[in-house]
Every structure is written in C-alpha cells, then in structure tokens.
C-alpha cells in the first residue's frame, strides 16, 4: 500500500519561510496528482495545493502566491516551499493522492508553527 511520509515542518517567525517534503513509498509520484492538506486542531482537513501528473499546478486562495508545489521523479518526491508565512498557516501539514478514491492512509504529517 502506499505511503506518504511528511517531513521539513517546525517553528518560524512570520515573514519568514519553509520548505516541507513528501516521500512516497509504493507509489509513483509522477503517474497521480498530488496534494497538500493541512489540519488546526478541532477543523476539518484543508486542501491548499495539488501538483498533477503533467505539472500543472492549483493552490487554495489562502497561500496563493505564497506556497509553491513542485515534485522530483527521480526521488519520488513532492515539495511545498511555504514564504511570507502567517501565524494563520500554523498547522499539521499532510500529502497525499488528491484523487480522493486513490488516497491512501494518512501519515503523521509534519508540525508547522507560525509565531513571533
């Protein structure tokens, strides 16, 4: 089954930038599209980005112009680069398969916290 492991998350000013990854394992980065969540405890899951498999990119109105997706074929891997972030954008940030009948399980994500 595949799996999705989060990792680049942690603490930041405002302003100020990250860039998080996704390795997959047991699937194909470049054959699905991909995207990127992020959950506040107590919401629901929010989508913000999706990368599909030709390249062609969509990004919530929230990080518009802020975040970046892009993905790696030869490390089987996708990339959010997080600027000018907000205290707004502090979350536990999750990828996944954005066609939701391919997801698979949810990882553990990685713990993004926007604070002066």
């Known amino acids: 089954q595949a799996q999705f492991v989060e990792s680049g998350g942690g603490l930041v000013q405002p302003g100020e930038s990250l860039r998080l990854s996704c390795a997959a394992s047991?699937?194909?980065?470049?054959?699905?599209?991909i995207g990127w969540y992020r959950q506040v405890p107590g919401t629901s899951r929010e989508w913000i980005a999706t990368?599909?498999?030709?390249?062609?990119?969509m990004y919530a109105d929230s990080v518009k112009g802020r975040f970046t997706i892009t993905k790696d074929s030869a490390e089987n891997k996708a990339y959010l680069q997080m600027d000018f972030l907000k205290p707004e954008d502090t979350a536990t940030y999750y990828c996944?398969?954005?066609?939701?009948?391919?997801?698979?399980?949810w990882g553990q994500g990685t713990q993004v916290t926007v604070s002066s």
């Open positions: 996944n398969r954005a066609i939701v009948q391919f997801r698979a399980a």
């Open positions: 047991r699937s194909n980065i470049t054959l699905t599209p």
């Open positions: 990368i599909t498999n030709t390249g062609n990119t």
